[in-house]
């Protein structure tokens, strides 16, 4: 018996032996050649086996193989994966991962693009992956709901009807751009994310820059810049299809594919996917149409070309009215409810909604005209038509559900049910019985369509080996087109509308222009230079001027005659311009701290300067809004932890402010009212946390402080003859300022059950949301705070997994968002008396979920 012991320990020491002396320890260093920074989660995995890990947040992996030759595979989204041999313990030192796309670091200097730990600006990025992962049936600004200063919400409801507040700004004070390529409406500032409803399938990767951000050219960044950069083209040929399905009729269809690089130079990419569904809220039923191409040519070493276009044609019904929280407590819909739709001949019949066709197309030139200097051109067009319904008519025009009874698409009587959709067959009935008098109440559509150039060049030269200089151009040229028409007469012949000067008969029919008819010209001219200085990549600084002018111009085909000097405008020109720098610095490989400031001047709106809607009375004294911000940040990057800390203060003075005032009995005018000030200030912290090789733990606290600064009192107006006429008070001092939530927190978890297979769960909480509204309402002394909402979070769940089908790799994915069906306010106006019973409120969704396949070939 103790010689078979004796035998067998031999024998498991000669198996450990021989198992230690089989294994090897990989190392090494995964960086993108992009912009020849670490890939931090890159996959690192031995070949033929289910043994792996990921980089850390250097890009840095150390392997323990299970043989002592073989070969490793590392793979990133987004960049073609490489095979490297091994033969035994060895060190690969820095591994260069391609781009998977052709043309996307040179999209990436247009659309100035910050790096980690380099560029000194807080800044959050969503990559693809994440996008796929846990879009779903949600809006897109959605995906961003986790990040520091994120108050993103479905607004009403409908299909693509998503806002994004940042740092308490909205989307106004947000700049939007898509490869570079501004997208804010010209004339006010919006953002309507129904007109980009495939962005998610295309997206590349988006990047949020809080505060001043790392764009060189003027734009409203006063919380941010959010910068989406879509796919330009695959370097391999390939593709997918896939499908997916959620609740309330979800359903949505999609193909890709890629040609790959070819020998001539040329790749190309296309997709397509059509979506449809009945929309969570009632009355909010969708369909939409997107699509992408992207084609690129390498003309030679020193030429690229990239054709990109993209769009998407979508219709949504919409829920437009908020309502007191009574009126959905007493609605058999609930959460759900919606006043803004209704039964024709049995077929549902939108009061309001939404139809919007805005594709984008850009030339891309890419020119390195030596190995320092490089120009990237961006010459882009975009044909918007399409606009949103509504009501029209003597007995259709009121402000809310909760009017007078009087009129007929807001009073219960016209009702199925007291709160239940609108009888059109009623309204239908009514105009046939009026016969010759026509229409009392129809539809109608108010359009603005646009017509849209622009032209953004950027030269890039390294000065030397430290300095580098960025300059270029921004030229913008937009017509947006603005008019109502006639879309249903609801029974009737014609309708009665005299708003046009030229028709003094009044009588409209389907398709006649109505109410009004006028063009809004708006020119963009603007310059920027920026230098930077990298020293050891240790110490890296900023500085960046820039300077543009806009100016308006108005041509009304309503309130004038072909022959009046008034019906077009002359040309008002708004000067604007900007200054900011920063730094980071390294203190060591772990930490790093930067610091920003900045100043810029913010023209005025479109509407600012034409306030009473008329060729008459112009604010041709318009004043710009002045920003100031300064911001300081601490970054932590070690083996586990990676975490950021930014302090921040943003002072926004001269908000636009005009006051209207009655001169005579015929006659009005307005005033600027200078002195509307706010204050933007705040904490941020995030993290990730690499608590194994498998779970990664992300989180977030966004603290915030944004108030309104000082009353405004005592001012007054005075006419052409300076006459005392009106005297403006505003109090606001210290008033919260509402529309976002001022505290957010966030928690996930992530889960890698295998190299395929991929858990995610969100919380999210969202506290201290103030009510909306108009600091020009509050005239009274001693008024309370703006109503705030109460608290709540809300889980979101969604898993991945990878698996092979024939010869092809196939993904589903689940998703399930409000995971425990939570009732919450998620938008609201202030009432009289600011309290939970004058409110006018959105509700938020409560659970949805969908279900995803990708087959790719």
């Given at each position: 018996m103790k010689k078979f012991s004796k035998c067998l320990l031999v024998f498991v020491v000669f198996c450990c032996t021989t198992l230690a002396f089989s294994q090897s320890t990989i190392t090494g260093k995964v960086v993108g050649s992009d912009f020849n920074e670490p890939l931090p989660g890159a996959n690192v995995v031995e070949k033929g086996t289910s043994n792996g890990i990921n980089t850390d947040f250097d890009g840095n992996f150390t392997l323990k193989t299970q043989a002592s030759s073989g070969e490793?595979?590392?793979?990133?989204?987004?960049?073609?994966?490489k095979t490297i041999p091994f033969s035994a313990t060895q060190d690969l030192g820095t591994i260069v991962l391609e781009s998977s796309e052709v043309g996307l670091q040179e999209v990436?200097?247009?659309?100035?693009?910050?790096?980690?730990?380099?560029?000194?600006?807080?800044?959050?990025?969503?990559?693809?992956?994440?996008?796929q992962l846990k879009l779903g049936t949600q809006e897109f600004p959605e995906v961003l709901k986790s990040t520091p200063g994120v108050y993103?919400?479905?607004?009403?409801?409908?299909?693509?009807?998503?806002?994004?507040?940042?740092?308490?700004?909205?989307?106004?004070?947000?700049?939007?751009?898509?490869?570079?390529?501004?997208?804010?409406?010209?004339?006010?500032?919006?953002?309507?994310?129904?007109?980009w409803a495939g962005l998610g399938d295309v997206t590349s990767s988006m990047q949020v820059q809080r505060g001043l951000g790392a764009a060189r050219v003027a734009v409203p960044s006063v919380g941010g810049t959010i910068n989406i950069l879509t796919k330009t083209t695959d370097a391999e040929e390939g593709g997918n299809i896939m499908t997916t399905l959620g609740n309330d009729g979800y359903t949505k269809f999609g193909v890709t594919y890629s040609t790959g690089l070819m020998d001539n130079g040329f790749a190309a990419t296309v997709s397509a996917a059509k979506t449809d569904g009945d929309g969570?809220?009632?009355?909010?039923?969708?369909?939409?149409?997107?699509?992408?191409?992207?084609?690129?040519?390498e003309i030679n070493d020193q030429h690229k070309l990239s054709f990109t276009a993209f769009g998407a044609k979508q219709r949504h019904g919409q829920r437009q009215n908020r309502h007191l929280i009574d009126t959905y407590r007493r609605s058999e819909d609930g959460i759900k409810y919606n006043s803004d739709w209704g039964y024709k001949n049995g077929q549902v019949t939108f009061i309001e909604d939404n139809f919007y066709h805005k594709p984008q197309i850009s030339l891309n030139h890419y020119w390195d005209l030596n190995d320092k200097t490089s120009i990237s051109t961006a010459a882009y067009v975009s044909f918007g038509s399409g606009g949103g319904g509504g009501t029209l008519g003597s007995d259709a025009e009121t402000p809310g559900f909760e009017g007078d009874a009087r009129f007929k698409f807001t009073s219960p009587d016209y009702r199925i049910g007291e709160f239940g959709p609108l009888d059109f067959d009623r309204i239908v009935e009514e105009n046939i019985a009026h016969g010759a008098n026509g229409s009392s109440a129809a539809l109608r559509a108010s359009r603005n369509d646009h017509n849209w150039y622009g032209v953004l060049s950027t030269l890039k030269s390294d000065l030397s080996d430290d300095l580098v200089l960025l300059a270029g151009l921004d030229y913008r040229n937009y017509k947006g087109i603005h008019f109502r028409e006639v879309t249903d007469l609801l029974g009737g012949q014609f309708i009665i509308n005299e708003d046009n000067v030229n028709n003094p008969t009044g009588i409209s029919?389907?398709?006649?222009?109505?109410?009004?008819?006028?063009?809004?010209?708006?020119?963009?001219?603007?310059?920027?230079?920026?230098?930077?200085?990298?020293?050891?990549?240790?110490?890296?600084?900023?500085?960046?001027?820039?300077?543009?002018?806009?100016?308006?111009?108005?041509?009304d085909y309503f309130q004038y005659t072909p022959d009046d000097p008034l019906r077009e405008t002359d040309r008002y020109n708004f000067f604007g311009f900007g200054a900011k720098g920063g730094a980071n610095y390294r203190l060591t490989d772990k930490h790093n701290v930067f610091v920003n400031l900045g100043y810029f001047e913010k023209a005025a709106d479109f509407d600012a300067v034409f306030p009473n809607f008329n060729n008459e009375e112009i604010n041709e004294n318009a004043e710009n809004q002045k920003i100031l911000s300064f911001e300081l940040g601490y970054g932590f990057r070690g083996d586990k932890l990676s975490a950021n800390v930014n302090l921040y203060r943003t002072a926004w003075r001269d908000r636009t402010e005009t006051i209207p005032f009655q001169l005579s009995e015929d006659e009005t005018g307005f005033a600027n009212i200078l002195g509307v000030n706010a204050i933007h200030q705040g904490i941020e912290v995030d993290f990730v946390y690499k608590a194994t090789d498998?779970?990664?733990?992300?989180?977030?606290?966004?603290?915030?402080?944004?108030?309104?600064?000082?009353?405004?009192?005592?001012?007054?107006?005075?006419?052409?003859?300076?006459?005392?006429?009106?005297?403006?008070?505003?109090?606001?001092?210290?008033?919260?300022?509402?529309?976002?939530?001022?505290?957010?927190?966030?928690?996930?978890?992530?889960?890698?059950?295998?190299?395929?297979?991929?858990?995610?769960?969100?919380y999210n909480y969202f506290d201290r949301l103030y009510a909306d509204f108009d600091p020009s309402d509050r005239g009274t002394e001693g008024a309370p705070d703006p109503w705030?909402?109460?608290?709540?979070?809300?889980?979101?769940?969604?898993?991945?997994?990878?698996?092979?089908?024939?010869e092809f790799d196939a993904s589903l994915t689940a998703r399930m968002n409000n995971v425990f069906n939570t009732h919450y306010i998620a938008d609201a106006l202030d009432g009289t008396g600011s309290n939970a019973e004058t409110a006018l409120v959105y509700y938020g969704f409560g659970r949805t979920f969908s279900v995803g396949a990708k087959l790719k070939f």
């Open positions: 490793i595979v590392i793979t990133f989204v987004g960049y073609t994966s990436q200097i247009i659309a100035s693009v910050a790096v980690d730990r380099k560029t000194p600006v807080a800044v959050s990025t969503v990559r693809a992956a994440d996008i993103a919400t479905k607004s009403g409801g409908g299909f693509g009807d998503g806002r994004i507040n940042l740092r308490g700004f909205n989307s106004e004070n947000v700049a939007v751009m898509i490869n570079g390529v501004p997208v804010n409406d010209m004339e006010n500032g919006r953002v309507f994310w129904s007109n969570y809220v009632r009355g909010t039923q969708f369909n939409a149409v997107s699509y992408f191409v992207n084609v690129s040519k029919r389907v398709g006649d222009k109505v109410s009004y008819y006028n063009d809004g010209l708006v020119g963009w001219l603007g310059a920027f230079a920026q230098l930077e200085y990298d020293v050891n990549e240790k110490f890296n600084t900023f500085i960046s001027l820039n300077a543009s002018n806009t100016s308006y111009k108005r041509v498998r779970l990664d733990i992300t989180g977030m606290v966004s603290l915030g402080d944004w108030r309104w600064e000082e009353d405004v009192t005592g001012v007054e107006i005075l006419n052409e003859e300076q006459e005392v006429v009106d005297t403006v008070d505003l109090f606001i001092e210290d008033t919260p300022v509402g529309d976002a939530a001022q505290t957010t927190m966030a928690l996930g978890l992530n889960y890698k059950f295998g190299a395929k297979t991929r858990l995610s769960v969100d705030e909402v109460p608290a709540y979070g809300v889980f979101d769940a969604a898993i991945t997994h990878g698996f092979s089908f024939g």
